[in-house]
């Protein structure tokens, strides 16, 4: 009989709260092979094998068929193309790993409080410095669609790989989308939300493969 | 259906037939570049325009599309040969555009463009060059729209200057252009709550350097528009009225030689100014003048906002094949491309292909 395969992420808090989820389920992980190893199993059930990776590596290999489930942020899964979305099935949201994804500018742009003035200031800005405004993110697919929506157009990503909110005040970029829990992050470094800006609120999922989506499994879930 | 070979050879003579049609009215044959450096699209159209472009990525780093369209491909053409006057260009060539399922689609066109025309008759040349080669086919309609009639239309409103701007910019864009008409109609813009908190904030940003830079502008820059926000009316221009307006306006749609004596009584009806807009109209009295009697035109003030660079007349060429709209060409004015792609000012410019994919098939 094949093995049911499961990714839980590897590191921090969602490492931790996703422990004590499959505990609370009665599904507790046990590292045989060492703290430090990456396999682990579910006590008393052989029918399980699991692994601890990167939370967006969860995504990828459900998608690939390598795993059957996994736990993950929702962030993860929106900001892949939409053909993920036909193999990785949201089975569950689940009450921890909380962030919202999120438009901020300095805090000194008084003149942008929403999404329209920030249409408008784009305008003005490519038609005074000729290009685009830049936007840092490690979203870009999630920011391209937020901003289009809003009729915000005139703007173009700057992939970000990690303190993006440092790019507004180095010249990298002019304003930023990042993910924020209680925007005291971006508080400390003098950017604030805007009105309207608030692209997606996301939490951690239970993720599994369609093909997987009626193993009796599952059940333990609900 | 035309199967491999019979496509090609009938493909072949389209081309050459029209290719010397097109010289034969001064447009010069000109080979475009097959790729364009990305960062060119962005500037243009955006983040949205790239997701529709086949982009790789070289050794360096930097990314360089297929043509995604070849209007962009004659404009870097003019900007690169540093020219200064009028140009006519035509070309033979495919156009390559990934669909929402990330597909490639191949558009073989053949076409023209004027670019810093030196007369007021090019928009007449261009549609009338582009219409000739395919007049022939049964059932021709054209639809002809005027971008530049609806700027007018809104700069004639009693609204906000910010709010004229956002209508202008955004009508290429239908679903964010309702969404402006809603917010429009309930008055919904400043938030009082914010803008008090700033205004006390505003007093420390008066007090410091005006020329420092704050995420990429300058103190002063961000003062003025915040002030100039503050002093823009809010509640008392008539934002039911005005979306009436346009929306009666969208719904015009007749026949070319009814469209001056149209446009002019619903100007007067809504007490619109009508100065500018008849000096404006002889645009369109001159096509019609020239072609209307040649071809079946209809006038639509809602057509020609599916793309965003358009500034001016658009039109469109089509046949029915089974029920279904067949579009055989299609093109317009666009004054704001070339400063966009790197020219040193906006110049006018005007183009229009041939969709020779569809013509073979009809």
Redesign the interface.
Known sequence: MNKIKIGLPSKGRLRDDSINFFQSKNLKVVNTFGDRNYFFNIEKNNEVEGIFLHAREIIERINDGTLDMGISGLDLLKELPEVYSKNVKTFQKLDFGFANLVVAVPKDWLDVQNMADLEEVSFDFREKYARRMRVATKYPNLTESFFLSKGVSQFRVVPSLGATESYPFTGSAELITDITSTGSTLKANNLRIINDGSILKSSACVFVSKKFLKNKFLRNFK | MKQGLEKKKLKENFSKEILKFFKKRKFNFTDLDLLIDTNLL??R????FK?SALTYKDLLGKEISLRPDLTVSTALKYIQKKKIKEEKYCYYGAAYRLDKK?DLNVFDQLGCEIINPSNSNSSLLLIDSILEPIKKIKKLEIIVGDIGLFKILIDGLDLPE?WK??LV??FS?RE?FI??LK?LETNY???QE??DV?TK??QD?IKIDQSKI????T?A???K??QK?LKDPRDDYKGKLNVKIIKNYLKIKLPLQKAEKTIIAFFNKNKLPTKNIKNYLKKIILINKKIGKKYSISFKTDFGRNA?YYTGIVFLAYAKKKGKVVELARGGEYSNLL?TLGYKKDIPALGGAINLNQLINL
């Open positions: 962005t500037e159209s955006g983040e949205q997701k990330g910010r701007l956002r910019r955004h864009r964010y969404d402006l917010r813009d400043l938030d914010t803008i700033d904030r505003l940003l704050i995420g990429g502008r103190v820059e961000i003062i528009r915040f926000k965003e400063k």
